[in-house]
């Protein structure tokens, strides 16, 4: 089964817009952490943000936000004020239980900026 | 300290051939994880090593896969008698156990490898 689903292939979004990228998880496992991260075309993956699945608060790192529903495992980051520098692929990815140090990715998202 | 480097950059090989590719961690970093990319798609995860320890193996990783990091530094992941369907993105990643924020991973800028 699919642990990490990200259902749109790719979006468009005006500069200084915001966009919302979707990502939905499955787990039984209570303790797992949830990771976005940005590839350019370079191919470099780049962190972003980060959300534990016991933290009380949703996650926020500059203009990234993640937007932490527990209960609808979905874990969607939220982009603000878009910049052109923001066109990449987009991957939500988990990493699952204790013991467990790998991570599961999702297909990406491809965000194109547009001026 | 630099990030994670990973050498080379682009591999163009011919079936059959083997390749080695070369993977530094984050120097303080004591896990370190190769992952594939094929065109598309997510990255998918190989194995991991703890020091020198490689703790996790994937099942995608066959036998003519081959992971190494003998002195708990750097890593080396050898493909023995390369084949088309082994042309993807080679990731390599690093993280610091116990650290903070889920022990996040950080990834190097990949190798490229294209079999012909």
């Known amino acids: 089964a699919q642990k990490i689903t990200q259902t749109q292939p790719g979006m468009f979004v005006q500069e200084k817009e915001a966009v919302t990228l979707d990502c939905t998880y499955d787990?039984?496992?209570?303790?797992?952490?949830l990771f976005w991260y940005k590839q350019p075309s370079s191919g470099e993956m780049i962190f972003l943000i980060y959300q534990g699945s016991y933290d009380q608060q949703n996650a926020t790192e500059g203009r990234y936000s993640l937007n932490f529903q527990k209960a609808r495992k979905s874990a969607n980051l939220v982009i603000s004020a878009s910049q052109l520098g923001d066109s990449a692929m987009y991957f939500c990815?988990?990493?699952?239980?204790?013991?467990?140090?790998?991570?599961?990715f999702g297909a990406g998202t491809t965000v194109t900026v547009r001026a | 300290d630099t990030g994670v480097s990973q050498d080379p950059r682009h591999k163009i090989t011919k079936r059959g051939q083997n390749v080695t590719f070369r993977c530094d961690p984050i120097s303080e970093h004591n896990r370190l994880y190769w992952y594939r990319q094929t065109l598309g798609q997510g990255p998918e995860f190989l194995t991991y090593?703890?020091?020198?320890?490689?703790?996790?193996k994937s099942r995608l990783l066959s036998d003519r896969f081959s992971a190494e990091r003998p002195k708990g530094s750097f890593s080396t992941l050898e493909i023995q008698r390369t084949e088309q369907g082994d042309s993807a993105m080679y990731l390599c990643a690093s993280s610091l156990a116990g650290s903070r924020a889920g022990e996040t991973q950080y990834f190097g800028p990949g190798t490229r490898l294209l079999v012909l």
């Open positions: 090593f703890q020091n020198e320890a490689q703790l996790e």
């Open positions: 990815a988990m990493r699952e239980g204790r013991g467990d140090y790998k991570l599961s």
């Open positions: 787990t039984s496992d209570p303790s797992y952490g």
